[in-house]
């Protein structure tokens, strides 16, 4: 296979500075990246329990939510060879040439020269060289970024006896073109703000910030570019990206190269993740919530949420993340046929999973087919609390040879009764107070 460079950068979540950045030359992007952890002194491909995301561009951003670390690497040019390093290699001196898998150290961030030392008044100004070699930022850096901040959206509750939390919720635009590096650690700092005023109050804490790319006034266009949560229980912060992973997996397949953690793992954070349905403002959201969690939880093609509407009798798609969501959200369904309505029968915690689901003679394609996939694997969870069914939850094509697992279906089994049980409350939490300053 031959051999490609990339660039690798490894840092603090929520740092200025990075651990590593540097080129480097592998076959691969898993490659680059065991090369790239083995100079911070770490060893290994994908950490495990790590959020994997590959970009149709090629670019791969890891986040380790246990060691608070961000991996990138994307493909990169063969880094050019400045003079002072061409006559170190016609030099009579003996060196050994690096070998295919050896870093290739950035200019800008070149910490030595390997070449002999010329006398001082013939060294070139360093800095001189460092910046005409430097690349050009294609953002305002974050200092810059804070003075357009607009406040859009704001969240404060205090603990209640149905949920002994201080929660803190801040909506913010940033009407200028910004990169995601400096979106994270912008978000990063106004936790720290809130984190501040809330260091006196009692009891647990909960903050969330989200930056927006767009102004917006009862609801956002688009998801925000990113999401900083911190919950004083847990010892991370959890940071997300929301608008790029919509963006890759709003039409494309999802099939994770990664394999699934062990199910104790995915139970845990399943279990984790699931009180933040307390903070849910309807049920739309909160299958939204659900849908991207089993989507990283349970890899497969094609995820759904249907709600049965009463007054029309079908089933109407709330929410689907992978392969046709688009053509299939708002899409309603008759609740009397198909997979779909056998699955509507089923009793709590029962799922219903088939290996060859079109083999099966209740299958009907207009109603249990998904636009543009292939659909083999089929897996039904019905939204039931209490006897009372109010929906359906439906994945496909999973991510083990194509399939679903028993422990895929403990899992999806989980979330789908913490789901139920917020569905069938039907309270909606008070939304957020829409505000007009800025900063």
Known sequence: MATKYWKVEISELGGSEPLFLGTVQAPTWPGALQQGRAMIGESGGVPAGASCNVNPNGTVTIQDARQRRRYQVLPAEAPSVTPAVADAATSTTSRPRPGSGDPIPLQPKAAFDPSP?????????????????????????PATVE????????????????????????????????????????????????????????????????????????????????????????????????????????????????????????????????????????????????????????PSEATAAFLLDINTDQFRVVAARGTGAK?????????????????????????????DAAADPRFNETIDGIPGLDVRALLYRPLVHRGRMFGVLQLANGSVRGMFTEADCEVVDYVTQQLSAFVARGASLPKAQAVTETR
């Open 117 to 141: 030392k010329p006398p001082a008044q013939a060294v070139p100004e360093p800095t001189r060289v460092r910046r005409a070699s430097a690349p050009q930022p294609t953002s305002p850096p």
């Open 327 to 355: 053509a299939r959200h708002g899409q309603g369904l008759p609740s009397a046929s198909g997979l779909l309505a056998a699955a509507s029968e089923l009793g709590e915690h029962a799922v219903l999973v088939l290996a």
């Open 147 to 298: 003075s357009k901040l607009i406040l859009l959206a704001s969240r404060d509750e205090n603990p209640t006896s149905s949920s002994p939390i201080h929660f803190r919720e801040r909506m913010f635009a940033i009407p200028v073109p910004f990169q995601t590096g400096t979106g994270e650690k912008l978000a990063t700092k106004l936790l720290r703000d809130v984190q501040n005023e809330l260091a006196r109050e009692r009891g647990a804490k909960f903050v969330r910030i989200e930056l927006f790319d767009h102004i917006w006034k009862r609801e956002p266009d688009r998801a925000p570019v990113v999401r900083v949560e911190w919950k004083d229980w847990n010892e991370s912060i959890d940071i997300e990206f929301p608008l790029e992973d919509e963006t890759r997996h709003s039409e494309a397949p999802r099939v994770s190269s990664v394999a699934p953690p062990p199910t104790e793992d995915r139970l845990a954070a399943a279990f984790e993740a699931c009180h933040d349905l307390l903070f849910m403002k309807n049920r739309a959201e909160a299958l939204e919530f659900a849908v991207h969690l089993l989507e990283e939880l349970v």
